[in-house]
């Protein structure tokens, strides 16, 4: 077994390389580079949709907000992870919205209801029943999933950002110099709640999707600018959850082994780490890779007018994730892993 570890982008050429239940399809990787080239080209992929959606902090308002920004995007992708239950396919509401808008919509109210939800000092101790209250839904009966995980994610990242980095998430993005690479390995150092890897193959790999779209989250948050500015963010890759990968396929990008797929529609809980997972976010890593690099090729040769600043994995994969909730009626045939974790 190799004690070094890969990247994501290492990773997810690895995995494909050595996968048994999942087919890379490069004439799906065309169509979607296409869909991504026509976007870019309208605008409707852009690094300012982070910050233009109601939810999410906007760090210029005013000075104040300005590195209040940042802790509050380190408290809702320290919470960013499994918005459904196995056994409960009652969706978890806030505000009317569901999964990871449901999470930004909680926070948002309790801030409004003068809660310091993030600032350290206060969830690094916060206890089950406030956080209960935090994340009431709007039926009042459904739970956000794994509760009592996200309390320990909020008491592990709350006590280090106290004790090393006196209480502001912004002074661990200085630290790491304007690199997302290093931000990103200091988030993985430092926190164990975002340590999102696996043994697959006889290498231990990494996915690291919360610890990615934290710096991804940082970097649209300030639109690449300021605290957002970091020389290396092409180095990010795309974010490997459970609902991308659901647009590969809808695409013809991503293809499942006959197997896989009826394993999928059984509606059976994986574990973390099982190969077929592994497999499938190692996937969804490479084709997003494989995408970029072939949508920078379309633009340098056909579309000199379009600047190639913002075009990353993360605009990338910020839109697809945005596409299967515009179009979830037409990809719900389409089965998802089911895994419960603290991972995504």
């Known amino acids: 077994m190799s004690n070094a570890k890969l990247n994501p982008r290492q990773s997810g050429a690895f995995i494909v390389e050595h996968a048994q239940h999942v087919r890379i399809?490069?004439?799906?990787?065309?169509?979607?580079?296409?869909?991504i080239v026509k976007g870019l080209k309208e605008k409707r992929i852009a690094v300012e949709n982070f910050s233009q959606h109601e939810l999410h902090p906007n760090p210029n308002t005013n000075q104040d907000d300005y590195?209040?920004?940042a802790d509050w995007v380190f408290v809702l992708d320290t919470l960013n992870f499994?918005?459904?239950?196995?056994?409960?396919?009652?969706k978890y509401k806030v505000d009317g919205y569901t999964g990871y808008f449901?999470?930004?919509?909680?926070i948002k109210r309790a801030i409004k209801e003068g809660l310091d939800v993030i600032n350290p000092k206060f969830y690094s101790d916060i206890d089950l029943k406030t956080l209960k209250s935090i994340f009431r839904s709007d039926d009042g009966d459904t739970e956000i999933p794994l509760i009592e995980k996200r309390l320990e994610a909020l008491h592990e990242v709350g006590k280090v950002v106290i004790e090393k980095y006196d209480g502001k998430f912004e002074n661990?993005?200085?630290?790491?110099?304007?690199?997302?690479?290093?931000?990103?390995?200091?988030?993985?150092?430092?926190?164990?709640?975002?340590?999102?890897?696996?043994?697959?193959?006889?290498?231990?790999?990494?996915?690291?999707k919360r610890a990615q779209i934290l710096v991804a989250d940082v970097?649209?948050?300030?639109?690449?600018?300021?605290?957002?500015?970091?020389k290396d963010i092409e180095q990010i890759t795309m974010f490997a959850d459970y609902r991308v990968p659901q647009v590969l396929v809808h695409f013809g990008s991503l293809?499942?082994?006959?197997?896989?797929?009826?394993?999928?529609?059984?509606?059976t809980i994986l574990e973390n780490g099982d190969p077929r997972e592994v497999e499938i976010r190692g996937a969804s890593i490479y084709i997003i890779e494989q995408v970029r690099d072939a949508v920078i090729k379309v633009l340098q040769e056909q579309h000199p007018?379009?600047?190639?600043?913002?075009v990353n994995s993360i605009v990338i994969d910020q839109y697809l994730w945005d596409y299967r909730r515009q179009h979830n009626a037409d990809l719900e045939h389409i089965p998802f892993h089911k895994v419960v974790s603290i991972y995504y």
């Open 25 to 35: 399809i490069p004439a799906g990787i065309e169509k979607l580079t296409q869909e």
């Open 67 to 69: 590195s209040k920004a």
């Open 255 to 267: 293809e499942y082994s006959h197997e896989l797929m009826e394993f999928l529609k059984s509606d």
């Open 172 to 208: 661990i993005i200085k630290k790491a110099e304007k690199s997302a690479v290093s931000l990103l390995n200091l988030i993985v150092e430092e926190f164990p709640c975002f340590r999102d890897e696996a043994e697959f193959a006889g290498k231990r790999v990494s996915i690291l």
């Open 82 to 90: 499994c918005f459904w239950t196995p056994n409960n396919y009652t």
């Open 305 to 310: 007018e379009i600047s190639l600043d913002n």
């Open 102 to 106: 449901a999470l930004c919509a909680a």
């Open 219 to 230: 970097w649209s948050c300030y639109r690449g600018q300021g605290l957002g500015y970091f």
